[in-house]
């Protein structure tokens, strides 16, 4: 009876970590709000950083593409070599390029500024769906129409 006990305790607990882990943000100005990320199937990252838009809140569709297909929406939106990242998703209308923290989506669709988006190049350490530890600070630039980078924020 107490190892019955004991493994439904247990259960019960897990349960409750599970659910608490999946919990999505709802005071996020994030939440509801639709997006597309872009990634190949190879890209475990990608997946991590999409949980992340998740429990802000961000009514998230993933979808796998080729690796040419990547590179073909990256170029559609203005993210040069200097800018990439693994994935690239659309926002509200914007294009979001890495692992941009929420603090950055969250201004981008406050101010609504008239650009394209922003991107954080490469995979930095500790960034949302990266591991380690964050050891220097981030630079989000913004992409105009034009194609001109500058910087948006950081963090």
Known sequence: MKAKISI????????????????????SI???????EY?????????????????????????????AELTTIKEEYGITAELESCHTTLIEGYVVEGHVPAEAIEKLLTEQPDIVGIALPGMPAASPGMGGSKNEEWIIYAI????????????
């Not at 607990?13 to 005071?27: F, G, H, K, P």
């Not at 994030?30 to 597309?36: D, Q």
């Not at 105009?144 to 963090?155: L, P, S």
């Open 8 to 27: 439904t305790i247990g259960l019960i607990a897990i349960l409750i970590l599970l659910s608490s882990c999946s919990a999505q943000n709802t005071d």
């Open 144 to 155: 105009a129409h034009d194609g001109e980078v500058t910087e948006f924020m950081r963090i």
């Open 30 to 36: 994030l939440y509801g709000v639709s997006a597309t």
């Open 39 to 67: 990634k190949t199937a190879t890209c475990g990252c990608c997946g991590i950083f999409g949980q992340y838009l998740d429990k802000e809140g961000v009514d998230l569709t993933i979808e796998t593409v080729s690796e």
